[in-house]
């Protein structure tokens, strides 16, 4: 596979042409089912938990080291059950808590991140700069924030919930099967990682290469 590069088609397309253990860590934030439109496809299937449970396999499959992955709590159990090396939760708490009009009885500000080992436990990184506890605690994206916190995604994740996750687990490369706006890829850069993703979007592939644009820009300074 081409490292810091956006495959512009189905993840699973993708995976089918990856061998086995060939790419260290999976970092992604897969649709949530909650009937988001992401414009090239409404977040709603009625086969979600068979299709989301094939998409951890293969990513299992294909991942030498770890994978983790951001879901909803509503569908956190599937998780578990699809990741046949499922080891703990770990979980963002977004701190900006919005103000909108709740779906349910109480704003939920946190996201549950399944840690799958794909070939066995690993001796953990110890990064001084990042928490080894098992809660990440950072501002969600806004439209209204600048820089790679301006969310131009519809369920854009923050560039700081991926970083301790690749500070601490040890890795060279890592891949994200839905790569949206290219927060993975924003934040492998941050971290000296290779990197490469998938996504259906043309338009959002966009907004990511301009984020790698600006990003690479800056580390150059």
Same mark, same amino acid.
């Given at each position: 596979? +081409?490292?810091?590069?956006?495959y512009? =088609?189905?993840c699973t397309? /993708?995976?089918?042409?990856?061998?086995?253990?060939?790419?260290?860590?999976?970092?992604?934030?897969?649709?949530?089912?909650?009937?988001?439109?992401?414009?090239?496809?409404?977040?709603?299937?009625?086969?979600y938990?068979?299709?989301i449970?094939e $998409?951890?396999?293969?990513? =299992?499959?294909?991942?030498k080291i770890?994978v983790?992955?951001?879901?909803?709590?509503?569908k956190?159990f599937?998780? +578990? =059950?699809?990741?046949?090396?499922?080891?703990?939760?770990?979980?963002?708490?977004?701190?900006?808590?919005?103000?909108?009009k709740?779906?349910?009885?109480?704003?939920?500000t946190?996201?549950?991140?399944?840690?799958?080992? /794909?070939?066995?436990? +690993?001796?953990?990184?110890?990064a001084?700069?990042?928490? /080894?506890?098992?809660?990440?605690?950072?501002?969600?994206?806004?439209?209204?924030?600048? +820089?790679?916190?301006?969310? $131009?995604?519809v369920?854009?994740?923050? $560039?700081?919930?991926?970083?301790?996750?690749?500070?601490?687990?040890?890795?060279?490369?890592?891949?994200?099967?839905?790569?949206?706006?290219? /927060?993975?890829?924003?934040?492998a850069?941050?971290?000296?990682k290779?990197?490469?993703?998938?996504?259906?979007?043309?338009?959002y592939?966009?907004?990511a290469?301009?984020?790698?644009?600006?990003e690479?820009?800056?580390?150059?300074?």
């Open positions: 596979m +081409k490292y810091n590069y956006i512009c =088609e189905d397309q /993708t995976m089918s042409r990856m061998d086995d253990n060939s790419v260290d860590l999976i970092i992604t934030s897969p649709p949530f089912n909650v009937n988001k439109d992401y414009g090239v496809y409404l977040d709603a299937r009625d086969d938990d068979q299709w449970t $998409v951890c396999k293969e990513m =299992e499959r294909v991942a770890a983790y992955v951001f879901i909803g709590q509503w956190m599937v998780i +578990k =059950e699809a990741l046949d090396g499922f080891a703990q939760w770990l979980w963002w708490h977004r701190s900006n808590l919005g103000l909108g709740p779906r349910f009885p109480w704003i939920p946190i996201t549950p991140i399944a840690m799958s080992w /794909t070939n066995g436990r +690993k001796r953990m990184i110890n001084q700069e990042y928490r /080894t506890s098992d809660l990440i605690s950072t501002s969600g994206t806004q439209s209204n924030f600048t +820089k790679d916190m301006k969310r $131009v995604h369920a854009q994740d923050p $560039v700081k919930a991926y970083m301790p996750l690749l500070a601490r687990t040890p890795c060279v490369s890592v891949y994200d099967p839905f790569m949206g706006s290219g /927060t993975l890829a924003l934040a850069i941050r971290s000296g290779l990197w490469f993703g998938s996504e259906v979007s043309g338009e592939i966009n907004f290469k301009e984020r790698i644009k600006n690479c820009q800056i580390s150059l300074l």
